[in-house]
């Protein structure tokens, strides 16, 4: 097996004029020439005593493999030191969205008497999601650099950065609650805290629950009864099949999918809280992301790594099986369903259509970007949102497409599914509202 | 750590200052060889620094050996061995030089433990470089039935030398 250490050009360069010049030298009779190439000889002579022959083992590590949006992990690459290694350098560089201290990402360390000689870099996470740092590139040196050595894999470490959930808040109670505990009144009376009503007392009643004073006012016995206090579920469907818009750190723009990230974090946070169970699914993204829901403080971590995990659809024929298939699964009788999405792609709209007409509640909120929705939107943005490269040709295309947008969300909310934009807190409210009225209306039932 | 400009600007000054010291070495023998060793090291030097790790540092180390021995003889007196000294210990001052340059990547910072081995390492080439040059000058200087003891001073050398070579490897 050949040694990976291989000679560089220095060695040649050393070896070839060392020689030549000992070897004039000597025919010549040129004393100088000797003198000017004996270093070199002996630098080779040096270079080859000193040689390396084992290969050095490699390992890359991060900090932590879960970090938080505007987290720093620590990027560490350790390498064994082997006889005859003397200098270590590296290229350990990050993606568009982590920044690296150093930003070039080249580290290099000297070995020394420790077992392993330690490379790192600082990478800040500036945006949720999965972050790929790498490929890294370690090298390694002999003395004088006469023998090189090369990692023959580029590793890449994954750091899934979990998005900061925004801001929401909402007064308004959900419209199908029927979970078995929680903190919205239930339709029907039950063990609860709510006063419902004072009726006579009826056999099977507890004890504890006669109302005396009207009791002994009306000379029967009557009762206190309360509604149910009821949890309720809230599904989350994340539109991933598009991201409009670019995220700019400078100037906080954001995209489409950053704003339904952040959307879907914050009304995940609220509604887990207030004790309802909260689930997710990322429709037609790079990967599957399904949270079942439950209920719980550590829901919200689940749901935040779910989003975390969204990546915009790349096009594949795997990608569009794979959304078909989350559009066939059956969401649970009673959630409350939060669509966000930009509006842009058919087919999550057509799903909050049926679930609708199925008897669900639905929401869609819209998150396309205010600056993409106007007519001030950049060229580069219209550009990059349309695909189109002329700009004058881009704008009309993305005009039609928002006119377009505008006639299906006119659609979706004949078909009773409310599409709102997203402005944080109390967002959802009024369409809540709206939704618990009909939810408690008589129905007219054909017999 | 020293910064990467720092070291950056040392290795290129390192090299310049190799130059100047062919050019006053070719330029003692026959100062009339100084423009044209001038105009070529210049731009071989440029072409080295813009690409280390090419042709340039071997065309460059090459000049520099030509420039610094072409206008002159056979050293015989002991100023002639100096100078051959300080050509040798310019042309290996500029191969490391240029190695350093080669291999390190531009923009990392180079440890100080590096910047010290490389120097240690430098210093004990310049002193073969001095020790061949004495070597010689004894040679040159001294009647030649000393030529025995003389090579017995060379060989001695010699073997001093891989010793520490030894020594240090088993060391580090």
């Known amino acids: ?447 | 750590m020293i910064r990467n400009r720092t070291w950056h600007r040392a290795m290129v000054g390192t090299v310049l200052v190799a130059d100047v010291v062919i050019l006053l070495v070719g330029g003692a023998a026959l100062p009339g060889f100084l423009p044209f060793a001038l105009v070529t090291l210049a731009m071989a030097t440029w072409w080295a620094l813009a690409r280390p790790a090419g042709w340039g540092a071997f065309t460059l180390v090459v000049i520099q050996v030509l420039c610094a021995t072409a206008p002159g003889g056979a050293p015989t007196t002991l100023v002639q061995w100096a100078l051959a000294a300080a050509a040798g210990s310019a042309v290996i001052l500029t191969h490391l030089a240029l190695t350093l340059l080669a291999s390190w990547p531009a923009r990392a910072d180079l440890p100080r433990a590096t910047a010290l081995r490389w120097g240690g390492h430098a210093a004990a080439l310049v002193w073969v470089a001095i020790g061949a040059a004495l070597l010689g000058a004894l040679a040159t200087t001294t009647p030649l039935g000393w030529a025995p003891w003389i090579a017995a001073i060379g060989l001695g050398l010699i073997a001093a030398t891989v010793w520490q070579v030894r020594v240090k490897t088993r060391r580090s």
């Open chain 1, 1 to 447: 097996m050949s040694s990976p250490w291989r000679p560089t050009r220095a060695l040649g360069r050393a070896t070839a004029i060392g020689v030549a010049l000992l070897t004039a030298s000597s025919f010549g009779g040129r004393g100088d020439l000797a003198v000017i190439g004996a270093p070199l000889v002996a630098l080779v002579v040096w270079a080859a005593a000193t040689r390396p022959t084992a290969v050095p083992a490699v390992r890359s590590r991060l900090s932590t493999a879960v970090g938080r949006e505007g987290d720093t992990v620590t990027w560490r690459v350790d390498v064994t030191t082997v006889p005859g290694l003397r200098d270590v350098v590296g290229h350990l560089p990050g993606d568009r969205w982590a920044t690296t201290t150093p930003a070039h990402g080249h580290v290099a360390a000297a070995a020394t008497s420790g077992a392993t000689v330690p490379m790192a870099v600082e990478a800040r996470i500036d945006r949720w999601g999965v972050r790929r740092l790498g490929p890294v590139q370690v090298g390694g040196f002999s003395d004088f650099a006469a023998f090189a050595w090369t990692l023959p894999e580029q590793r890449v470490e994954t750091v899934a950065s979990v998005p900061n959930p925004g801001v929401f808040t909402s007064s308004a109670p959900l419209p199908h609650p029927v979970g078995l505990v929680g903190q919205h009144r239930s339709t029907r009376v039950g063990g609860g805290t709510e006063l419902a009503e004072i009726r006579p007392f009826r056999t099977g009643d507890r004890l504890r629950r006669i109302h005396w004073p009207v009791s002994l006012r009306t000379g029967a016995l009557h009762v206190t009864t309360t509604y149910a206090d009821q949890d309720a579920e809230v599904r989350l469907v994340l539109d991933a099949i598009r991201d409009l818009g670019e995220r700019d750190l400078e100037t906080g723009r954001r995209s489409s999918l950053d704003v339904a990230v952040e959307a879907a974090g914050a009304v995940a946070a609220h509604y887990l809280t207030t004790g309802d169970r909260v689930g997710l699914s990322v429709l037609g993204g790079a990967g599957v992301v399904e949270v079942p829901a439950i209920g719980g403080h550590h829901q919200l971590a689940r749901v935040l790594l779910g989003l975390g995990r969204a990546e915009p659809s790349r096009g594949t024929v795997g990608e569009e099986r794979a959304l078909r298939a989350q559009l066939r699964r059956s969401i649970p009788p009673g959630a409350f369903v939060v669509l966000l999405s930009a509006l842009v792609s058919a087919e999550p709209l057509a799903h909050a259509v049926r679930l609708a007409r199925s008897g669900h509640a639905v929401v869609v909120v819209d998150t396309l970007p205010p600056e993409l929705a106007g007519p001030e939107a950049t060229d580069d943005a219209v550009c990059s949102a349309t695909g189109v490269e002329d700009a004058r040709l881009a704008r009309l295309v993305w005009r039609l497409r928002l006119l377009d947008r505008e006639r299906e969300a006119h659609q979706c909310a004949i078909a009773g599914v409310p599409v709102i934009a997203w402005r944080g807190a109390g967002s959802l409210d009024s369409v809540l509202r709206q939704a618990a009225r009909r939810s408690r209306a008589p129905r007219v039932a054909s017999r």
